[in-house]
């Protein structure tokens, strides 16, 4: 598959032609690394049309016949974006180097990494220990496996992330979260400011972490009315 876009039909045309003479030019192209660029490293823009070709001659003979008019121009214009949702996690994701490579490219993505001091700032007023230095943390002494470390660094993770993807234009259309992950929903959907978020996430892996090693889960594979008889006798 091979995208092309444009802006118009017109450019649309044009911008096969041009892909036919650079294909011309450069016999050394693989069909592969032709769609790996129009697909990932070119905009896809309002007027649109795919090529599918098995072989670089045969996507070379349909650019031109496209720029030519020889073969009908299929193009879909985009009117609207689609509907995008956020589902923030819960316990289960997070390991000791988690977004590390996104802190040590902080110049690259400076929203991400103010969200994260911001967040290491207010959670300081409640805690005795740090976020960035529990994000620092080596393998060997990351206590990213305790409650009340891993669910307030999600929270974190989540909300940057969010604040990094609108620096690029991308926003929700709605949000949704999964137990600790329902926090940073709230706050993300607006129903939780970010001091309060903070404040829950922080006192509910407090009090979640007193409790650890109490509890166990138990998966059973069976409909209600037999679970309740084994339950019951009845």
């Known amino acids: 598959l091979l995208p092309i876009s444009a802006r118009s039909d017109d450019a649309l045309a044009a911008t096969a032609r041009q892909l036919s003479d650079y294909l011309d030019a450069h016999s ?41 008019g020889r073969q009908t121009l299929t193009a879909r214009t985009a009117t609207t974006a689609p509907k995008l949702a956020f589902v923030c996690t819960g316990m289960g994701p997070q390991w000791w180097r988690m977004c590390r490579g996104l802190l040590d490219a902080a110049p690259t993505f400076p929203a991400f990494a103010e969200s994260i001091a911001r967040t290491d700032r207010e959670l300081a007023r409640h805690a005795d220990w740090s976020l960035i230095e529990e994000l620092r943390r080596d393998e060997t002494t990351s206590r990213m496996s305790e409650t009340q470390i891993a669910q307030p660094a999600n929270f974190a993770i989540q909300v940057a992330l969010a604040e990094q993807l609108a620096q690029f234009g991308v926003t929700a259309d709605a949000v949704i979260g999964h137990s600790a992950g329902e926090v940073a929903a709230h706050h993300l959907a607006g129903l939780l400011s970010f001091e309060a978020a903070v404040e829950v996430i922080y006192h509910r892996s407090r009090l979640q972490q007193r409790t650890s090693g109490q509890g166990r889960m138990l998966a059973v594979g069976v409909d209600g009315d037999s679970l309740w008889s084994a339950l019951t006798g009845a």
């Not at 069909?31 to 649109?48: I, N």
């Not at 795919?50 to 003979?61: C, G, L, N």
Request: charged share 25%.
């Open 28 to 68: 050394d192209v693989t069909l592969g690394s032709l769609a790996y660029t129009l697909g990932q490293r070119r905009a896809h823009l309002s007027h649109r049309d795919t090529v599918i070709a098995d072989s670089i001659d045969e996507a070379r003979q349909q650019l031109r016949g496209l720029a030519e």
